[in-house]
């Protein structure tokens, strides 16, 4: 019998970005970062795709943009994921640019929490993960006709093959913070976060 | 009309209940303002030298009455509230609304007057001189949303060091725990001649409010749109300098505080006279001491 191990992870706010102006971004812009890491990181194939939709918004926004911000959101959260979990390079990753999608000023507390943000723990017996559900519904903060802040409640779970050691599912729960980015794009600048983990034969 | 009366209400509601879950008012007897509230942030907020994981926002409760603009009369009720982002803890210094200090470029007064005298810059100046934390954030607000936000969230409970009875609640108001309704919680955060000690009972009381607000917006946290819906009010309803970003992430850095760890103390001090008025002599010392305690971690390690 094998108990699920439950943890969780809160961590808020870059607070010298309450006092720097921040940039009211577009959503029709991208953020660079994501761009570069989506296109730079490989990943396992097999996951599902990232289900990412707009389910409350407070204030008015068109339903074409509900979409372009959904998107860029996805970018972002793909980033993540994709960083933390879905690499090819195990058992050697290092999860570099996992805390990318962070505010800077989140970067120790990302540190502090590497082993339950990433597959850090299970790394060196990784073989591949996958993506079995992944979605990320949200509440969009959008006055003016605006996005400026968004709640992503977020349900991620993995499965994660170690060859002869038993599978394990591991599941990230929780709600992800982002507001947008200098430059574009959007950023977590919080995460509240319940992660679990438990052999894969033991699922129900 | 009436469909949309109580969505209103609820958003007016929850724009100070996100913002600050934060602010006790000691509310005047009638209002109508130019806004419910205003948060601006300091301008020297820079040069203020605490970890970056430390907020600290002062709280103002506006007398303002109906016309008069919300941060150009007295602040009545007065907390300076630190927030430690990193590990959930918060400090609340309750400063006597009659405490008599120096006010730069105005002599000696009661430190509520500073409001009257240079806005929300100049209130934070004389707090910060007084504590020796200078905010990041002035958050002021008058009585409008309270009971309408204490309605939204279902009334708030509060435990009560004294037993005091007031004609708003006929069971009295109980030592101990204690569920109010949104006048009650008023009165509650009003009241300081039932109390031993006056003014100084009365500020402890705000920040038990403060408390009992902040436990019901966390239990709210988690369904979904809450603090968007909370946060959106605030941009339309409240005068600011802060950005809807700014306002957000502000937003969610006060609801990220345990009310368990928001422990709060009163600056205390023997009441007196300066000429006819009557007035509290702030300890200085022990407004200092608390200064110096909380101010780089926002957490009092060595009690009031």
């Known amino acids: ?204 | 009309v009436t469909a949309r009366l109580p969505w209103r209400v609820l958003r007016r509601a929850v724009v100070l209940a996100v913002l600050l879950a934060v602010t006790a008012v000691v509310v005047p007897q009638s209002t109508a303002r130019h806004s419910d509230a205003s948060l601006v942030a300091v301008h020297s907020a820079h040069a203020v030298d605490h970890p970056r994981n430390v907020v600290w926002i002062l709280c103002l409760g506006s007398d303002a009455r109906p016309g008069q603009h919300l941060t150009g009369t007295r602040a009545d009720a007065i907390q300076l509230v630190g927030l430690n982002l990193k590990t959930g803890a918060g400090t609340m210094i309750g400063i006597p609304r009659d405490s008599y200090v120096d006010i730069r470029g105005h002599g000696r007064n009661k430190i509520n007057a500073s409001m009257m005298f240079g806005g929300p810059q100049l209130m934070a100046d004389s707090v910060s001189r007084l504590v020796g934390v200078r905010p990041d954030y002035v958050f002021t607000t008058g009585f409008l949303g309270f009971r309408a936000m204490v309605r939204a969230i279902g009334g708030v409970t509060v435990y009560s060091k004294y037993a005091f009875s007031d004609p708003v609640r006929p069971q009295g108001y109980h030592k101990g725990k204690n569920k109010l309704n949104p006048f009650q919680a008023l009165i509650f955060g009003r009241v300081r001649h039932p109390l031993p000690h006056g003014d100084f009972d009365r500020s402890a009381n705000q920040e038990e409010l403060l408390r009992s607000i902040l436990r019901r917006v966390r239990a709210h946290q988690a369904t979904p749109g809450f603090v968007e819906r909370g946060v959106l009010a605030a941009v339309e309803n409240m005068d600011t300098t802060l950005s809807p970003p700014q306002l957000y992430r502000l937003a969610q850095a006060v609801i990220s505080i345990q009310p368990a760890k928001l422990k709060g103390c009163v600056v205390q001090g023997p009441t007196g006279y300066a000429g006819a008025a009557s007035v509290v002599y702030p300890d200085v010392a022990q407004a200092r001491r608390l200064g110096n305690d909380a101010r780089r971690d926002g957490t009092l390690n060595h009690g009031c």
């Open chain 1, 1 to 204: 019998v094998h108990a699920t191990a439950r943890t969780r992870v809160t961590a808020l706010l870059a607070l010298p970005l309450l006092v720097i102006p921040t940039a009211c971004t577009s959503d029709q812009s991208a953020p660079n970062h994501a761009r570069q890491t989506v296109a730079s990181t490989p990943v396992m194939r097999g996951s599902v795709p990232f289900r990412v939709e707009v389910t409350h918004v407070a204030g008015k926004l068109a339903t074409k943009r509900r979409a372009v911000l959904a998107a860029h959101v996805r970018r972002t959260l793909t980033w993540y994921v994709d960083s933390a979990f879905l690499r090819t390079d195990y058992p050697a990753a290092r999860f570099a640019g996992a805390a990318r999608p962070f505010a800077r000023t989140l970067a120790s507390a990302v540190r502090r929490d590497r082993a339950l943000l990433t597959n850090a723990p299970l790394a060196r017996s990784t073989r591949s993960v996958r993506a079995t559900h992944r979605t990320a519904y949200l509440s969009v903060l959008a006055p003016h006709g605006s996005p400026a802040g968004v709640t992503a409640a977020v349900d991620l779970v993995f499965a994660v093959d170690r060859g002869d050691r038993p599978a394990q599912r591991v599941e990230l729960e929780g709600r992800l913070l982002l507001t947008p980015a200098h430059g574009g794009g959007w950023r977590i600048f919080g995460y509240d976060l319940d992660r679990s983990q438990r052999p894969v034969r033991s699922a129900s």
